[in-house]
């Protein structure tokens, strides 16, 4: 004998949905014995629809703001006694053997409720659910990603925590037993809470992808008007449902513990909210956390009545919760989700969600649709920028191969990351630093967001560094790539010129020398450059001066590890405001050009007061590379001076293409755009190119690095003819356009090309390697860190001058380049070396440790005469060095380094700096609209 099922279908409003829904029903090939339709106060056609179906004396009509559960209570009251009930929205339509399927597993697994698996209705393909639980941060947790499409990848059936009340079979005798949904849960997370106290009084709840259920979801969308007895709010009725489901079904130690981790977490959210600017969604949180905290006795009382109906310990149903490391991967996954932005192109973005805005009349036609083209070629074609990412990352990986592996890396103008995340935020903030004899000066503010960034690490400010240098070409790539989209409609020119930015940043000579500022500034340069042409673009005054804040924020970020980019990129806005002969941008670009200088701080008045330090950038100003000095020509063809860069040779594809979009006349205005930051770019370039500066605790002055300013000109002029090209694709002379734009693009391809190849076969690393940060033998280094003494280093040679420097722990890190004490300092200890260099005396000893210097140590090759001094000094004693060919002295009564009195404003300032960060970021961000979701 077939069992006996009764359908209840629950409907309110869902006159757009109803009559596809009543056709599916008709339609199965097992048929509900009994059925009845209950109506919450529907304003629309739905009681005419369901007169057209349904007998009356099988409607109920139930008042409106009736939760699901009790109008389903209301169904049940009228109908005679079944097996089984089948629950029902009015915004679901089951295939036509949704029903039979539940019902065969039922009977052969011997489970007690049974669900389908959702897909999204009308697309028809996405997946919705296929099983549900509860995460302990009280999210839905489906295990499905985001938009997901169904290609069999879920159709084993298994047994889960809960499923959807949206086509929910279940047993009349346990529906009873356990009181059916909780009236306390009118809408959101009632199958959840559900499904649970199910599996804590010893019964199965079983996933049947085979039985297929076409969701809208329509309440969670608001696609209708919802009343309610409860606030009308989506959100909050969502996060009030969660809090209380988890609340409500923990063990005792799992009570104790949410309790705790939910109010913090939701304080926490509330504040993340209101950062991101969604005051509403931040109110509708708060108030679900108030709703269900201030009143106890609702969890209390909810708890009894689990624990009457419970006989399975809370442990046996752990198994179908997900892992509390869930949330964490979700947020992980929402930083991945950045990045995939960043790395598909506009015509790869889904149509997903909005196709839920059309309407269709017959579920099965889209049902049997062709099947996607599957397979790694096929990903290619759909999806060719990512894979272009891909293959960028393995190529970088290869290229740098030999810098992979313990240790850390350094070289050039990089000094090695400290070991910890705390070191960088001392840098940044505090009023003395122990480097050198010690100083008070302003830390650099990039420490503070290299601090920031490794907490995304974990804690390992080298991994930070490894990224940044080892992955610049496809970060830099990425953000060129996002910029590309802006002013170039060519998937294939996008990726042409994101290619050529990305390889012309190690082509410069950047990586190879170290010169980390320049690496993450060319990163971050296509960013500056997007904000920026927003700013002079935008037509009205509306919102304008939250556009001049967010190119001052990303302005502020650029400069801080480039600080010339600063005076390139406002230089560059004045003219092209100028140009455009509107008013309206000037106030934008004030409060463009301000930000900088309230989020860097003194840092950044330095710079103002000294325009030598525009051109130093983070990391060593001189990485040992000696006088720079590139020539006009050398800068015309990428090349910015000094060693390891590529041949000049190559940036000839570059500068071809730039020429030659000047000739076409479509697109002409654009293209002169594009000149003109080449232009400002290169007179930047050329000025730098012979620049001196003096640097703080470097004797002598240091030529000015110009990469940063050179691979700007030279990818700004390949932009040109990017434009060009891409105009030569349309309208007119199509295929003439075509002909140039194949030869254009073999000309200007050819140059990333052969940067690649050049990279590639030259990957030694450059004067960047990794190995040990100190350049102290060990046991030196281990004593200076014990001990906290300083090491004075000698630097000389037969005939050389004598040079030196004063190390604390072992050498300077990341960081510290920006702190020392210029050499002017102390002009005493200058003078005090010398003296112990050449006629050292006891008194010069004592002055020695009264510095707080324990050891000297002298970099090979030593010159005699100061080896013969040192050796001959009183309360000096030579020691051994693991090191051929340097010399180590140890002061034989070393005294604790002095403690620095530093600028007592330095925590008022630092506090003042991340207030400004703070407004500036808040009021720049974009306001959120607010997401109604289950």
């Not at 608001?222 to 009343?227: G, H, L």
């Not at 309407?359 to 099965?364: G, N």
């Not at 939250?546 to 001052?552: A, H, K, M």
């Given at each position: 004998?077939?069992?006996?099922?009764?359908?209840?279908?629950?409907?309110?409003?869902?006159?757009?949905?109803?009559?596809?829904?009543?056709?599916?029903?008709?339609?199965?090939?097992?048929?509900?014995?009994?059925?009845?339709?209950?109506?919450?106060?529907?304003?629309?056609?739905?009681?005419?629809?369901?007169?057209?179906?349904?007998?009356?004396?099988?409607?109920?009509?139930?008042?409106?703001?009736?939760?699901?559960?009790?109008?389903?209570?209301?169904?049940?009251?009228?109908?005679?006694?079944?097996?089984?009930?089948?629950?029902?929205?009015?915004?679901?339509?089951?295939?036509?053997?949704?029903?039979?399927?539940?019902?065969?597993?039922?009977?052969?697994?011997?489970?007690?409720?049974?669900?389908?698996?959702?897909?999204?209705?009308?697309?028809?393909?996405?997946?919705?659910?296929?099983?549900?639980?509860?995460?302990?941060?009280?999210?839905?947790?489906?295990?499905?990603?985001?938009?997901?499409?169904?290609?069999?990848?879920?159709?084993?059936?298994?047994?889960?925590?809960?499923?959807?009340?949206?086509?929910?079979?279940?047993?009349?005798?346990?529906?009873?037993?356990?009181?059916?949904?909780?009236?306390?849960?009118?809408?959101?997370?009632?199958?959840?809470?559900?499904?649970?106290?199910?599996?804590?009084?010893?019964?199965?709840?079983?996933?049947?992808?085979?039985?297929?259920?076409?969701?809208?979801?329509?309440?969670?969308?608001?696609?209708?008007?919802?009343?309610?007895?409860?606030?009308?709010?989506?959100?909050?009725?969502?996060?009030?449902?969660?809090?209380?489901?988890?609340?409500?079904?923990?063990?005792?130690?799992?009570?104790?513990?949410?309790?705790?981790?939910?109010?913090?977490?939701?304080?926490?959210?509330?504040?993340?909210?209101?950062?991101?600017?969604?005051?509403?969604?931040?109110?509708?949180?708060?108030?679900?956390?108030?709703?269900?905290?201030?009143?106890?006795?609702?969890?209390?009382?909810?708890?009894?009545?689990?624990?009457?109906?419970?006989?399975?310990?809370?442990?046996?149903?752990?198994?179908?919760?997900?892992?509390?490391?869930?949330?964490?991967?979700?947020?992980?996954?929402?930083?991945?989700?950045?990045?995939?932005?960043?790395?598909?192109?506009?015509?790869?973005?889904?149509?997903?969600?909005?196709?839920?805005?059309?309407?269709?009349?017959?579920?099965?036609?889209?049902?049997?649709?062709?099947?996607?083209?599957?397979?790694?070629?096929?990903?290619?074609?759909?999806?060719?920028?990512?894979?272009?990412?891909?293959?960028?990352?393995?190529?970088?990986?290869?290229?740098?191969?030999?810098?992979?592996?313990?240790?850390?890396?350094?070289?050039?103008?990089?000094?090695?990351?400290?070991?910890?995340?705390?070191?960088?935020?001392?840098?940044?903030?505090?009023?003395?630093?122990?480097?050198?004899?010690?100083?008070?000066?302003?830390?650099?503010?990039?420490?503070?967001?290299?601090?920031?960034?490794?907490?995304?690490?974990?804690?390992?400010?080298?991994?930070?560094?490894?990224?940044?240098?080892?992955?610049?070409?496809?970060?830099?790539?990425?953000?060129a790539h996002r910029l590309a989209r802006r002013f170039l409609s060519s998937g294939r020119l996008q990726i042409a010129w994101a290619?050529?930015?990305?390889?012309?940043?190690?082509?410069?000579?950047?990586?190879?020398?170290?010169?980390?500022?320049?690496?993450?500034?060319?990163?971050?340069?296509?960013?500056?450059?997007?904000?920026?042409?927003?700013?002079?673009?935008?037509?009205?005054?509306?919102?304008?001066?939250?556009?001049?804040?967010?190119?001052?924020?990303?302005?502020?970020?650029?400069?801080?590890?480039?600080?010339?980019?600063?005076?390139?990129?406002?230089?560059?806005?004045?003219?092209?405001?100028?140009?455009?002969?509107?008013?309206?941008?000037?106030?934008?670009?004030?409060?463009?050009?301000?930000?900088?200088?309230?989020?860097?701080?003194?840092?950044?008045?330095?710079?103002?007061?000294?325009?030598?330090?525009?051109?130093?950038?983070?990391?060593?100003?001189?990485?040992?590379?000696?006088?720079?000095?590139?020539?006009?020509?050398?800068?015309?063809?990428?090349?910015?001076?000094?060693?390891?860069?590529?041949?000049?040779?190559?940036?000839?594809?570059?500068?071809?293409?730039?020429?030659?979009?000047?000739?076409?006349?479509?697109?002409?205005?654009?293209?002169?755009?594009?000149?003109?930051?080449?232009?400002?770019?290169?007179?930047?370039?050329?000025?730098?190119?012979?620049?001196?500066?003096?640097?703080?605790?470097?004797?002598?002055?240091?030529?000015?690095?110009?990469?940063?300013?050179?691979?700007?000109?030279?990818?700004?002029?390949?932009?040109?003819?990017?434009?060009?090209?891409?105009?030569?694709?349309?309208?007119?002379?199509?295929?003439?356009?075509?002909?140039?734009?194949?030869?254009?693009?073999?000309?200007?391809?050819?140059?990333?090309?052969?940067?690649?190849?050049?990279?590639?076969?030259?990957?030694?690393?450059?004067?960047?390697?990794?190995?040990?940060?100190?350049?102290?033998?060990?046991?030196?280094?281990?004593?200076?860190?014990?001990?906290?003494?300083?090491?004075?280093?000698?630097?000389?040679?037969?005939?050389?001058?004598?040079?030196?420097?004063?190390?604390?722990?072992?050498?300077?890190?990341?960081?510290?380049?920006?702190?020392?004490?210029?050499?002017?300092?102390?002009?005493?200890?200058?003078?005090?070396?010398?003296?112990?260099?050449?006629?050292?005396?006891?008194?010069?000893?004592?002055?020695?440790?009264?510095?707080?210097?324990?050891?000297?140590?002298?970099?090979?090759?030593?010159?005699?005469?100061?080896?013969?001094?040192?050796?001959?000094?009183?309360?000096?004693?030579?020691?051994?060095?693991?090191?051929?060919?340097?010399?180590?002295?140890?002061?034989?009564?070393?005294?604790?380094?002095?403690?620095?009195?530093?600028?007592?404003?330095?925590?008022?300032?630092?506090?003042?700096?991340?207030?400004?960060?703070?407004?500036?970021?808040?009021?720049?961000?974009?306001?959120?609209?607010?997401?109604?979701?289950?």
């Amino acid at each position: 004998m077939p069992p006996t099922v009764a359908a209840v279908l629950v409907t309110h409003n869902g006159a757009r949905w109803l009559p596809q829904t009543l056709a599916a029903l008709g339609a199965q090939t097992f048929h509900a014995g009994s059925g009845i339709a209950v109506d919450v106060d529907s304003k629309d056609d739905t009681p005419a629809l369901l007169s057209g179906t349904f007998h009356e004396s099988l409607i109920v009509r139930v008042a409106s703001g009736t939760g699901f559960g009790d109008a389903v209570r209301a169904g049940l009251d009228a109908l005679p006694r079944t097996e089984w009930i089948w629950l029902l929205h009015d915004d679901c339509a089951p295939a036509p053997d949704a029903l039979e399927r539940l019902l065969d597993d039922a009977l052969s697994t011997g489970a007690d409720v049974v669900g389908p698996k959702l897909r999204e209705w009308p697309t028809l393909r996405r997946l919705l659910e296929v099983g549900v639980s509860i995460t302990g941060t009280g999210h839905r947790e489906t295990g499905l990603e985001r938009g997901e499409p169904d290609q069999g990848q879920h159709d084993r059936a298994r047994d889960v925590l809960a499923v959807s009340s949206a086509g929910m079979l279940v047993r009349r005798d346990l529906w009873d037993a356990l009181g059916g949904l909780d009236p306390e849960l009118p809408l959101y997370f009632d199958d959840v809470d559900f499904g649970w106290r199910v599996a804590r009084h010893g019964g199965r709840t079983r996933v049947v992808p085979r039985s297929v259920m076409f969701h809208a979801e329509a309440s969670a969308r608001s696609q209708r008007p919802t009343a309610r007895r409860v606030h009308p709010s989506p959100r909050r009725d969502a996060r009030e449902g969660a809090l209380y489901t988890l609340l409500s079904n923990a063990s005792l130690p799992g009570f104790c513990w949410q309790s705790v981790r939910l109010f913090v977490g939701s304080l926490l959210r509330v504040i993340g909210l209101v950062l991101v600017k969604a005051p509403g969604d931040a109110r509708q949180e708060l108030a679900a956390l108030f709703s269900v905290y201030v009143r106890p006795w609702r969890i209390l009382a909810a708890r009894r009545r689990r624990a009457a109906t419970s006989t399975v310990a809370p442990g046996d149903v752990r198994h179908l919760l997900p892992a509390w490391t869930i949330p964490y991967r979700h947020g992980i996954d929402e930083v991945g989700d950045v990045l995939w932005g960043f790395a598909r192109t506009p015509d790869a973005e889904s149509s997903g969600r909005r196709a839920m805005v059309v309407e269709y009349s017959h579920v099965a036609d889209l049902d049997d649709e062709a099947e996607p083209d599957r397979g790694l070629v096929a990903f290619a074609r759909r999806h060719p920028w990512a894979c272009v990412v891909a293959a960028l990352t393995v190529v970088s990986l290869v290229a740098c191969w030999g810098l992979i592996g313990g240790g850390s890396l350094s070289g050039g103008a990089l000094l090695p990351a400290p070991e910890t995340t705390g070191a960088w935020w001392s840098t940044f903030a505090a009023s003395w630093h122990d480097v050198g004899l010690g100083s008070d000066a302003f830390g650099p503010p990039y420490a503070f967001v290299l601090a920031a960034l490794s907490v995304v690490t974990f804690g390992h400010p080298g991994l930070v560094v490894d990224v940044v240098v080892i992955g610049a070409v496809p970060l830099a790539a990425l953000t060129a790539h996002r910029l590309a989209r802006r002013f170039l409609s060519s998937g294939r020119l996008q990726i042409a010129w994101a290619l050529a930015y990305a390889f012309a940043v190690v082509a410069s000579g950047a990586l190879g020398q170290g010169r980390f500022g320049t690496l993450l500034g060319l990163v971050l340069a296509p960013v500056v450059v997007n904000s920026s042409i927003s700013l002079v673009q935008r037509s009205s005054l509306r919102r304008g001066w939250q556009e001049g804040l967010r190119v001052g924020l990303w302005l502020s970020l650029l400069t801080a590890f480039v600080p010339i980019a600063y005076a390139l990129t406002i230089g560059g806005l004045v003219i092209a405001v100028g140009l455009r002969g509107r008013g309206r941008e000037w106030l934008s670009l004030g409060l463009a050009a301000v930000v900088p200088f309230g989020v860097l701080g003194p840092w950044m008045w330095e710079r103002a007061l000294d325009p030598g330090l525009w051109w130093w950038e983070a990391g060593l100003a001189d990485g040992g590379f000696g006088s720079l000095e590139p020539t006009v020509l050398d800068i015309a063809l990428g090349q910015a001076g000094g060693p390891y860069a590529a041949p000049a040779l190559f940036g000839v594809g570059l500068l071809a293409v730039g020429l030659a979009a000047l000739i076409p006349a479509r697109r002409r205005q654009a293209v002169l755009w594009a000149w003109l930051v080449a232009l400002i770019c290169l007179a930047f370039a050329v000025i730098g190119a012979g620049t001196t500066f003096e640097v703080p605790g470097i004797s002598g002055e240091t030529s000015a690095w110009v990469g940063f300013a050179t691979v700007c000109w030279l990818t700004a002029l390949a932009a040109g003819g990017a434009i060009a090209l891409d105009g030569l694709g349309a309208g007119e002379g199509r295929a003439l356009g075509r002909t140039l734009g194949v030869a254009g693009l073999v000309v200007g391809l050819s140059a990333p090309v052969l940067m690649a190849g050049w990279w590639v076969l030259h990957a030694d690393g450059g004067a960047v390697g990794r190995g040990d940060p100190s350049d102290l033998p060990a046991y030196l280094a281990a004593d200076a860190e014990r001990t906290g003494g300083s090491v004075v280093v000698l630097d000389t040679a037969d005939g050389a001058a004598l040079t030196y420097s004063v190390h604390t722990d072992d050498g300077p890190r990341l960081g510290d380049e920006s702190v020392m004490p210029a050499t002017d300092a102390n002009p005493d200890f200058a003078t005090l070396v010398s003296a112990l260099a050449s006629d050292p005396t006891a008194d010069d000893v004592e002055e020695l440790a009264g510095y707080g210097v324990h050891a000297v140590y002298a970099r090979p090759p030593v010159d005699e005469s100061v080896t013969v001094a040192f050796d001959s000094a009183p309360g000096i004693t030579p020691s051994g060095s693991s090191v051929p060919g340097s010399r180590v002295w140890m002061l034989e009564s070393p005294a604790d380094p002095p403690e620095g009195d530093g600028n007592a404003l330095r925590p008022w300032i630092v506090a003042a700096e991340l207030t400004v960060l703070v407004v500036v970021l808040v009021v720049a961000t974009p306001g959120r609209r607010s997401r109604r979701r289950a």
